[in-house]
């Protein structure tokens, strides 16, 4: 029989792009039950073309489910996908809550899809959207060359924060349009009332900081970015140093990544690599003005790689610049990817 998956958080923004990734791939599960908050319990939503009631959170909702997706809050992950594992479902969250527990995979398909099946937690997790945006280009990369070393600048979309970023953002851009706002210094901020989830105006601005501030100066973003990286690659030595910042755009996270290998690099190559990497477009002729930008990415489920280039001072560097949507592969789409794995796994046992 085909296998049963409950999705936890169905109303949510990553909720919402998850109901539209299973309603378009091949359909390889048996019911699909929409869990969310009792406040939400009773909405009805469409997948797979039908409409289905969302049911309250509850130990009961995981009856007869095998596996289950989490796109909640790390703490509502953290005490509800232990409490499905324990009665046998397989829970795929994409919470921060469990990507680091060494009991626990971090997957991405194209990647490392064989560590979902080592899971004694019952738990497998889904990385956060900035390492993922980067994550199978870099892998093929390293496939060849042999990977050092990142440095890594993000430009991160406000959906990134959830809806209420998203709405942040659409309000102060109502609030500058037409105004001559944005030439003076500050004063972005005399007419900005809501930042929302952000620590200063995103709109007409660039803000270096996402997520909560931890040790000597980094963002948890920067962290993720770093633990994360080593762990998918299976490099615990890598070096990385991220700078991360909210640009105001709606959906599409893109990374300026500087990459150093064991090996020398030419571009030619690299291109060749990439445009034959597992979910990577290669979109690279700045000659046409053919790069990625991230209102080009949005919606689609690959990541787009362009602008590679060779260091000019380091034989062993590339330059690359990444866009993927955040809520697609950074988030809704490797989930399902890992769920997938997980059914083909079950339905051949
Ligand atoms: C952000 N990476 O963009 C986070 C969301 N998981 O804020």
Redesign the pocket.
């Given at each position: 029989r085909k296998p049963n998956l409950a999705v936890v958080g169905a109303t949510g923004a990553v909720g919402t792009v998850m109901l539209g990734i299973l309603s378009s791939r091949e359909d390889v599960w048996g019911e699909i039950r929409l869990i969310a908050s009792p406040r939400s319990a009773g909405r009805k939503l469409t997948v797979r073309g039908e409409e289905v009631e969302v049911v309250a959170l509850s130990e009961e909702a995981f009856d007869g489910i095998d596996v289950a997706m989490f796109d909640v809050p790390d703490e509502v992950s953290a005490q509800w996908a232990p409490i499905a594992a324990a009665k046998g479902v397989i829970a795929v969250d994409?919470s921060?809550a469990f990507r680091m527990d060494e009991d626990v995979p971090l997957v991405v398909p194209e990647v490392n899809a064989a560590a979902a099946r080592i899971r004694p937690r019952g738990i497998i997790a889904n990385p956060?959207?900035?390492?993922l945006t980067m994550m199978n280009g870099l892998a093929a990369l390293h496939s060849e060359y042999g990977l050092k070393e990142l440095v890594v600048a993000?430009y991160?979309?406000a959906?990134?924060?959830?809806q209420p970023?998203v709405d942040a953002l659409r309000d102060q851009i109502k609030q500058v349009a037409g105004t001559g706002v944005g030439e003076m210094a500050g004063d972005l901020r005399a007419v900005i009332t809501d930042n929302g989830?952000f620590p200063a105006p995103l709109v007409l601005n660039a803000v270096p900081w996402?997520?909560s501030l931890k040790e000597d100066g980094w963002s948890s973003?920067e962290l993720?970015v770093r633990n994360e990286s080593r762990k998918i690659l299976g490099l615990p030595d890598l070096k990385v140093s991220a700078t991360?910042v909210?640009i105001p755009v709606i959906t599409t996270?893109s990374l300026a990544v500087h990459a150093v290998f064991e090996r020398e690099v030419t571009q030619a190559r690299a291109q060749e690599i990439l445009r034959d990497a597992p979910g990577v477009v290669l979109y690279d002729n700045p000659e046409a003005g053919e790069f990625p930008t991230p209102n080009d990415v949005v919606g689609t489920d690959p990541t787009w790689v362009g602008r590679v280039r060779r260091s000019i001072d380091d034989p062993t560097a590339l330059d690359l610049f990444i866009c993927g949507d955040?809520l697609r592969k950074?988030?809704a789409l490797n989930t399902a990817q890992i769920a997938e794995v997980v059914a083909a796994e079950l339905t051949t046992a």
């Open positions: 994409n921060g956060n959207c900035t390492t993000s991160q979309a959906s990134g924060a959830g970023g989830p996402a997520g973003e993720k991360c909210r996270h955040n950074g988030a």
